[in-house]
């Protein structure tokens, strides 16, 4: 067998040095050895955006950009979408394991037991008026939680986070759909514990009308639920892990994870394709909008992805759900603009050749159109999806021991030492 190893040798100095390969990985520390003077701090690594940075292992969720695979503890991401529950897949994310049938009918009961939400966070959630963007307003229900559950300090208590787990898939549906009510002016809508995950979370907004929750439209909520549930290392996950590694509470680190998920080069993506679409208007605008983005003026919002150098495969499975939700809802007219604006993009070079797709959010937003959502709610949707797979590498991270506070290095280029200058002597 080959050896385990990789030699580099510094040419400044020919120092060489040996580093062993584990996991196709190097350890980045073994690289401090390099030194061009003695008192050098020694060679670091230089990778913004971390493209080739492990910083965790993972047993959670394998990603395969360049074949498009994407897997949930090691089960196909298009057979879960197929067979399960959301709520039987944040199981499988936080556990290991697909749960037998009792532990699913348990699982289920824990989670809905705790749907409902303090007086408190009612009332907080009302102070906030119409035009608040319910990204900003879930930041803040999350991070009052902290204050609201100060057990959840306890965070080397393992008993302790399933608590605060339960707490967070319990509850975020109820005061996200609290809070969009209050911003229509209607009444809060209490949980029916007797409800599915989805089917109680659509009942809760009141998109179901006086009647029950249409089980097509229930379904779809909770297929695009479970095709959201974790992504690995992406951004919000990052964010989620930098915070909780200062063993800072799971409510702090899930405010924050919200909060990097919020910007629209990431989970706030399909309320910008909503919008994209809504200002194409007509696909016979197209062509001049492809234009646009290949002049760099806008980025054709949905397309493209750190990781996926291929179809997302999430993408495929929304674009199914899309016309299974246009039978119960009437079709979405924007849906023929972004079929028709994926094909376009798809034959053209500028997208082939960087290897562009569609991600998972160029059909979601449509899909939550149909349904009732407005555009600003769509990120708050995304958010309720991730959170089991937030939870879950929060486990992970808190059960590491190779893990420590995150904080990375810096190449520092501004001023050396210099004296101050007293403010009536500056220029
Ligand atoms: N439209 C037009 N051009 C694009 C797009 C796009 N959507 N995405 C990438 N490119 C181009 C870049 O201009 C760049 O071209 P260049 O090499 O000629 O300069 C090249 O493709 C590589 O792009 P990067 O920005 O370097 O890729 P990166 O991995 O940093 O960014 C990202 C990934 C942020 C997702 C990017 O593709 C993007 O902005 N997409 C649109 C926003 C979006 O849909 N985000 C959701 C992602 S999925 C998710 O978070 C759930």
Known sequence: MSKQTLTITDNRTGQTIELPIEHDTIPAIGLRQLKAQADDFGMMVYDPGYTNTASCKSRVTFVDGDRGILRYRGYPIEQLAEESTFLEVAYLLLFGELPAATELTDWNARVMAETQIDRSLKDLLKTFGADAHPMGVLISAVAAMSALYPDSKQVHDSENRMRQVLRILGQLPTAIASAYRHRLGRPHIDPDDTLSYSDNFLHMMGLSGDGEVDPVL???????????????????TSALRNIASSDADPYCAVAGAVGALYGPLHGGANEAVLRMLAEIGDTKNIPAFLDRVKGREVRLMGFGHR????????????????????????????????????????EDDYFVSRRLYPN???????????????????????????????????????????QRIARPRQIYLGETERPYVSLNERG
């Open 307 to 346: 990781v996926y150098k291929n179809y997302d495969p999430r993408a495929q499975i929304v674009k199914r759900i899309a016309y299974e939700v246009f039978d119960v809802t009437g079709s979405n007219r924007l849906i023929d603009i972004a079929v028709e604006l994926e094909g376009a993009a798809l």
């Open 360 to 402: 998972v959010d160029f059909y979601s937003g449509i899909i939550y159109q149909a349904m009732g959502f407005p555009v600003e709610i769509f990120p708050v949707l995304f958010a309720l999806g991730r959170a089991p797979g937030w939870l879950a590498q929060w486990m992970e991270l808190m059960n590491d021991e190779e």
């Open 218 to 236: 229930a379904r779809a909520m909770d297929v695009l639920f479970i095709l959201h549930a974790d992504h690995e290392q992406n951004c919000s």
